[in-house]
């Protein structure tokens, strides 16, 4: 276990990139509430970024339960990746929008779809590297079992084009994350 001096400095990074990847959320619902007259909205990417800013969100707050992320430089760069994937996992789906640019978001979902969902599958696999290599979790863990499943279905996003089984995958993914997060996110707090 590092000092607190010591996680405080080393929790500064992935503090930074969560931040902006909340930000990235943010503004992107900021620029489509006021551009509401030029931009089509799309309800199942309107869900994904709900997702994604809730992602950001527990993982700052279980950041602190991970003070032994940082003991070696390969570790360290280690954990970055998941901040890092969801980063450009926001970037991909929140498009940059000048004002009164007509754009219709089902499309750029679509387009970016592949990447985004790829960006996801990383941080997936890295979540549950994580978990397994810092031996909070065995391969037969329910946490890894549900983050297991969520790959499965991202995986699966990222080969069909498919509006039904996106649809469906949304709303699915969103309670699989409400689940993991009542189920693991209060651990922290014990």
């Known amino acids: 276990m590092i000092s607190d001096d010591d996680f405080a400095f080393l929790a500064t990074i992935p503090g930074i990139i969560l931040g902006l990847g909340i930000v990235q959320i943010l503004n992107g619902l900021a620029t489509i509430l006021q551009n509401k007259r ?57 498009p940059t929008i ?35 290599f810092f031996g909070r979790s065995s391969l037969l863990g329910i946490d890894t079992g549900l983050r297991l499943l969520g790959l499965s279905v991202v995986v699966g996003l990222i080969v069909s084009s498919n509006k039904r089984f996106h649809s469906i995958s949304a709303i699915a993914c969103m309670v699989l994350l409400f689940g993991f997060i009542l189920k693991f996110s209060s651990q922290f707090a014990q």
């Open 98 to 132: 000048a004002k009164g640019e007509q754009i219709d978001l089902q499309t750029h979902y679509y387009f970016n779809h592949r990447l985004f969902f790829g960006m996801l599958a990383v941080a997936l696999v890295e979540a549950i590297a994580r978990t397994i």
């Open 38 to 94: 030029t931009i089509q909205v799309y309800w199942v990417h309107s869900i994904w970024m709900f997702i994604l800013g809730l992602c950001f969100i527990q993982h700052w707050y279980v950041l602190h339960s991970w003070r032994d992320f940082g003991t070696n430089i390969v570790s360290y760069i280690f954990f970055l990746i998941f901040p890092i994937s969801l980063f450009i996992a926001s970037a991909l789906l929140v």
